[in-house]
């Protein structure tokens, strides 16, 4: 793989700052968090992302996300370098068990995930875009069933190897 992508494929810490909307809201709320990848053996990865949103005020929709203050994601994936393709499950504070994969070309990866087991259909779509070698634009949205729920536009900032 010819990629030089720095999320992802090298461990790391990430500071995310953006806007996350919701059907049901008129507003965007701020949305700060941390990223941090890490890899245990040579073709798995865990990436752990948790996101926080400042103001007291700001509380998710209750029919969404249980008007939560913080959102984590656990990620475990398996990527095989001479591909660019990965798969991964994910554990995640309010959805449950999720399971997904991914792909990474020259200046984007991009992932979609599913909610396991789930009567409501309820599934994600991931782009990260680079920038540089220390930024990152991230497009993520979540779906019920055919309607789009919430997304999430952010930047991601490399704050340390």
Request: with cysteine; charged share 15%.
């Amino acid at each position: 793989m010819n990629v030089k992508h720095s999320f992802l494929l090298e461990p790391g810490q990430w500071r995310l700052k953006g806007l996350w909307c919701e059907t049901n809201r008129t507003t965007t709320l701020s949305v700060e968090g941390t990223v941090t990848l890490s890899w245990n053996q040579p073709n798995w990865f865990c990436w752990h992302q948790q996101l926080k949103f400042p103001s007291k005020e700001q509380n998710l929709d209750k029919d969404h996300f249980s008007d939560c203050s913080e959102i984590n994601f656990v990620y475990q994936g398996y990527l095989s370098f001479p591909q660019n393709q990965y798969t991964f499950v994910l554990k995640h504070n309010i959805l449950g068990n999720l399971e997904g994969n991914g792909w990474i070309n020259s200046s984007w990866i991009i992932q979609r995930y599913w909610v396991l087991n789930d009567r409501k259909r309820r599934q994600g779509f991931e782009t990260l875009y680079q920038e540089s070698t220390g930024t990152y634009r991230l497009c993520s949205c979540l779906t019920y069933g055919h309607q789009i729920m919430t997304t999430l536009e952010a930047t991601l900032v490399r704050s340390s190897i």
